[in-house]
């Protein structure tokens, strides 16, 4: 199994990273990061940098996408390469996927038409533009179209997808292996629980 990751100008690195280190310890997978070119790309926070190791047009096939969101998604919607290739690709996929604000990338593809999906809860509604059916949950399978919530839920839509591309033995094996047993510290993680004043100083971070 095949699975491709683009990467563009100011990603987040754990929408990336996260899914990335669930299915690099998946059997048999393999995981590329891929650009418009070869070379390194910088997250948005402007000072961790993966490399990508192929361009867009050295993977057209990949059997699994997963498109990650950051600060720089909406930028990232002009970008015609970018959007033409997950649009191309997702007719050979097995499973696309987003992670936060990479859902906006699928809806501008032209994947989410009619669809049930999720993004980041500070931009939840900007789904319905692109057709889509916002929906406030973790993770939303519609099909072979698989979105996530913000950032730490990538790990999430991982572990999920690993489960019904493999089996769900080899998904509670991954899972182990990197430990995950989230234990937060703060029950903040949602604006439905975090206290009030919180929601605004988190978006206040965004920027």
């Known amino acids: 199994m095949h699975v491709a990751i683009p ?29 418009a070119e070869p070379g390194p790309v910088t997250d ?11 361009a867009y047009g050295d993977l057209p096939d990949p059997d699994v996408v997963i498109v990650p969101g950051g600060v720089g998604t909406f930028d990232a919607l002009a970008d015609q390469a970018l959007v033409d290739w997950i649009a191309a690709a997702h007719a050979h996929t097995q499973w696309t996927t987003s992670v936060c604000s990479g859902s906006l990338l699928l809806g501008a593809a032209g994947l989410l038409q009619g669809k049930k999906a999720t993004t980041h809860w500070g931009i939840l509604d900007f789904l319905a533009q692109y057709g889509a059916e916002p929906v406030s949950e973790r993770v939303v399978t519609e099909g072979k ?22 089996d769900v033995e080899t ?30 100083r988190a978006m206040s971070l965004l920027v």
């Open 171 to 200: 998904a509670q094996a991954v899972q182990l292996v990197i430990e995950y047993d989230p234990q937060p510290p703060f029950n903040a993680g949602s604006p439905k629980t975090a206290p009030e004043g919180i929601a605004e």
């Open 145 to 166: 179209i698989v979105t996530a919530a913000g950032v730490s839920a990538g790990i999430d839509m991982a572990l999920t997808l690993l489960a019904q591309a493999s």
């Open 7 to 35: 990467l563009y100008p100011r990603f987040t690195a754990l929408d990336a990273v996260g899914p990335y280190t669930v299915m690099a310890f998946a059997p048999g997978c393999t995981v590329t990061f891929v650009a």
């Open 44 to 54: 948005d926070h402007g000072t961790l940098t993966l490399q990508a190791t192929a």
